[in-house]
């Protein structure tokens, strides 16, 4: 049996998918869900072998919902949004379906899909989502913390720290993993607001209240939470020229 | 018909010598000349240097202002007055004198005054010279006045249609895709909801900013969007409207509730999970018609820019059809997002 989940706002465009997949018996619908929270969770509990996936959804997009998955399942995106079909291809979706779709195309989608199940399956990985970054929409960062998922606005995080394979969050209520790299943060983040000051640290330059000397050619930054990051040369000459001084 | 009498250059040379032509028989008249003796002196003298006036100032609309140009009109007007002078006056003159009664003094006369002729042939057309430069000047700068105010009007107009024209072409395939959906399982809906689509894009369709609608109208194109909207996304969304009588007979641009519905229903959907309900409320202020849409959304996780959520385009259309930045206002308050428009009446 072929697990497949639905994942789309429109209860109608979810039943045009049903009906769809009523011509391949061995395929069973484990669960339809309506945002990407539930997504999430019923991935996480069902892990389906393919998942339909709306782009534009409530609280968390299509994409935002894979980052958040440490195994994605194949993914046929269904959505009327042409623009992120190029974004969709490099997170290594089977197909792309533009809302309405025939049943023709849809049949193709499932077959390509099917085929290449026989052979290697093609996952979908974090550096495959890592490239689907969206610069426009990097105003919030969604992390799972737990079985709970949270949102978290841009202009609310202090710094970025390095950590392994992660990167750890600093906000007023602590800090969140992410799996990602320093570099994607720098690149997706607005470089006037986000400065990397040193090989590990990534700053929110609103949160820097003052810079401290420390031996000689050494600073450090002091933050209004209190709390003190290295600061390395190039950071130190990066800041001083974001800040015009 | 008559203005363009008054504009044209044959006119003005006329008034320019009758003009000169009385002066000149006033000056001649004070050396005790006949006033037919004066008048025909001065006429033809007159005559010469209007036809070179008119010559200078028509050459002088190809010759802007420069220093080598400058140079020009004064070997121009030099070469041209002592040839009037010179060579035509102290012969010609004569020819038509000898048909009145001439006093025989008269040769000498002018004779004595031929040099005087000249400088004063020459100065009147350095004279011509500068008023035609300062004319054309002139008439250039209005033409660039104009052009620019055409340009400007050109470019507004332009603008207006593109910021119109920005239906959101997904809202359209989403609608299509929910039809597909229905046309099996609910075939009535599918064909109710073609038809309400129809007319909602009938509604979008040759609509030129400056013919207001009435807000009775533009409610009811906005009651269509709200009706496919409600089938695409189900028990989720919910409308009210509230006008009174009064408002509903204001008028405003059309299309313009549209797209703040639209970017309400967005934001309320997408930054909640479960039902919303888009309120929207008409009221007359001062001689202004008040609209305003509230949705929800969720102040943790949402952060509106500038005016906020992608209004910016419906903020620059009323500015530019009410040349007023502030008829868009926005606010956020607890978790309900209200925006408000405002319409003047005249």
Known sequence: MIKVILIDDEPLARSMVKEYLQSYPDISIVQECDNGFDGVKAITQHKPDLIFLDIQMPKINGFEMLELLDTPPSVIFTTAFDEYAIKAFEAHAIDYLLKPFAKERFDKAMQKWLAGRQSATPVVTQSFIESVAQPEERNRVVVKKGSNIVIIPVHTIHYLEAFDDYVKIHTKDGFYLKKKTMSYFEKTLDPKEFVRIHRSYLLNVQELTRIEPLEKDNHIVLLKSGVRIPLSATGYSKLKEILGI | ?346
């Open chain 2, 1 to 346: 018909m008559k203005s363009s009498t008054f504009k044209s250059p044959y006119f003005k040379f006329t008034i320019w010598w009758a003009f000169w032509t009385i002066v000149g028989t006033i000056l001649v008249h004070k050396f005790n000349y006949s006033w037919a003796v004066s008048f025909t002196d001065a006429a033809i003298t007159q005559l010469d240097w209007t036809i070179a006036g008119y010559c200078l100032n028509a050459a002088l609309r190809y010759m802007p202002p420069s220093p080598k140009n400058f140079v020009n009109v004064l070997a121009f007007s030099i070469t041209v007055a002592a040839i009037f002078t010179f060579a035509i006056l102290p012969y010609g003159m004569p020819l038509v004198m000898k048909y009145i009664n001439t006093p025989l003094n008269y040769e000498s006369f002018l004779e004595d005054s031929i040099f005087v002729r000249f400088v004063i042939g020459w100065m009147q057309l350095l004279f011509v010279a500068a008023i035609s430069w300062m004319w054309y000047f002139l008439e250039e700068q209005q033409q660039n006045v104009k052009m620019k105010s055409d340009t400007e009007q050109l470019a507004r107009d332009a603008e207006l249609s593109q910021l119109r024209q920005q239906l959101q072409p997904h809202f359209l395939f989403n609608s299509l895709n929910s039809i597909n959906a229905l046309v099996v399982s609910q075939p009535e809906l599918a064909r109710k909801m073609i038809q309400q689509l129809s007319d909602f894009l009938r509604g979008t369709v040759k609509k030129d900013d400056r013919q207001l609608v009435t807000l009775e109208e533009e409610i009811r194109q906005l009651s269509l969007y709200l009706e496919i909207e409600k089938v695409r996304f189900g028990y989720r969304l919910r409308s009210e409207i509230t006008a009174d009588e009064e408002s509903r007979k204001c008028v405003l641009p059309p299309l313009l509730l549209q797209p703040i519905v639209e970017n309400a229903i967005k934001f309320g959907l997408y930054d909640t999970i479960g039902e919303i309900t888009i309120s929207i409320s008409a009221r007359m202020e001062d001689k202004n018609l008040v609209v305003s849409v509230k949705n929800p959304f969720d102040p943790d996780t949402s952060i509106p820019k500038g005016t906020g959520f992608g209004l910016n385009s419906i903020s620059r259309r009323l500015y530019l059809i009410y040349f007023n930045n502030t008829l868009l206002q926005t606010a956020a308050e607890n978790s309900t997002f209200t925006t408000t428009i405002k319409i003047p009446q005249l």
